[in-house]
Each structure stands twice: as C-alpha cells, then as structure tokens.
T-cell receptor
C-alpha cells in the first residue's frame, strides 16, 4: 500500500532560522506530491505541489520543496522562518490508480519561537 | 470564489447516537472527498465522489458510515451508530477533476463522541 512518512512530528525553531520538514513517500511509477499547511482552527491549504518538470517547486511565501526520485523524498525548506509560519504541515502523495488517491503523512507541527 | 463550506463546525454526541455532516463544494468542482482526521494523524480518505458516483469507498466503515451526493453538488456524511473512536475532524474537499488536481479543503467538522 502507498504510504507517506513525515519523519518529525514536531519541529521547534527560532524566528529567522532555517527549517527543513522531511517527507518520504513509497515509490510508484506515477506520483504527485503536495505540501499542505493547516493553521489553528482552519482547514488545509495548499502550500506547493510537484506534478512534473522542474524538481524544485516554490510557494509564494518563501517555502520550497525538492522532488528527489532516487531518495523518494519531498522535503520542505525555508531559509528564514517567521512567527506566522507556526502551523501544522502535511505532506501528501497522489497516486494514479484508476483515479487519483491522495495519501497524507501524519503531519509535522512547526513551532516558531521568538 | 467561495470555498468549500461545511456544517456544523462542532458536534458533541453520545455513543450509539447518529450524526450527519454536510458539505458544499466549490462551484463547478466535479470531485468531492470526505476525509477523517484523528488527532495527531494526517487525513485519511473515507470516500471519493465523481459527480454523483462513488469512485473510491474502500476505507469507509460501511457498517456505520454512509455518504451520498445525490445531485452531484453537495454531500452528506452520516454515522449511525457512533462509537468513541469516531471522535475526529471530518474534512470535506473538492477538486475540478480526478487527475493531478489540487484538492481544496473546507474548515472541517470537529466531532466528539462521549
């Protein structure tokens, strides 16, 4: 069965420090990768996605993720975090099996300390 | 553009009672999803509709859960009878189509079963 593993359940960092949230997925011929963010008491919002083409994808608020097929990873990075980045981040993989099925990781809670 | 709407936002019931959740997807989105998100875990797909037909309900506990999307627009998810382990956030999402499409999530319904 397809699976997504987020290696860290919680990541505390100081404001303006860099951060990396790790994500690994089970290998498949056709896979699409997403990072969603969930702010407190809100629904999930798409942060960025990889469908094809350039392996480095960026969001409008400074996050980036790199698709690494050989390591089956899609780690999320930001060079300098802000207090407003405090949220839960979910990695998800879309597998084409008849129709797209989205499998989520268990989430990483990012806490930014001043 | 209006987002995915869900109601109620919160519900508290006793075990063995029944409960229903409602979802109105983004206008024009053919595909609708119901997810269950247990505290500390990522969302798990329960059922996926394409218009008013079921695409995937392999993880829906059919002895107690049911869902319908009669006119291919809004949808209801029902639990009857509820168990303690059904306490979770129930998320509804929609997308334009099936393949590679971004899923847009509603705010969720938080269910507590006592």
């Amino acid at each position: 069965a397809q699976s997504v593993t987020q290696l860290d359940s919680q990541v505390p960092v100081f404001e303006e420090a860099p951060v990396e949230l790790r994500c690994n997925y089970s290998s498949s011929v056709s896979v699409y990768l997403f990072w969603y963010v969930q702010y407190p008491n809100q629904g999930l919002q798409l942060l960025l996605k990889y469908l094809s083409g350039s392996t480095l994808v960026e969001s409008i608020n400074g996050f980036e993720a790199e698709f690494n097929k050989s390591q089956t990873s899609f780690h999320l990075r930001k060079p300098s975090v802000h207090i407003s980045d405090t949220a839960e981040y979910f990695c998800a993989a879309g597998y084409l099996q008849g129709a797209q099925k989205l499998v989520f990781g268990q989430g990483t809670r990012l806490t930014i300390n001043p | 553009e209006a987002g995915v709407a869900q109601s109620p936002r919160y519900k508290i019931i006793e075990k063995r009672q029944s409960v229903a959740f409602w979802c109105n997807p983004i206008s024009g989105h053919a595909t609708l999803y119901w997810y269950q998100q247990i505290l500390g875990q990522g969302p798990k797909l329960l059922i996926q509709f394409q218009n008013n037909g079921v695409v995937d309900d392999s993880q829906l506990p059919k002895d107690r859960f049911s869902a319908e999307r009669l006119k291919g627009v809004d949808s209801t998810l029902k639990i009857q009878p509820a168990k303690l382990e059904d306490s979770a956030v129930y998320l509804c999402a929609s997308s334009l189509g099936l393949s590679q499409e971004t899923q847009y999530f509603g705010p969720g319904t938080r269910l507590l079963v006592l």
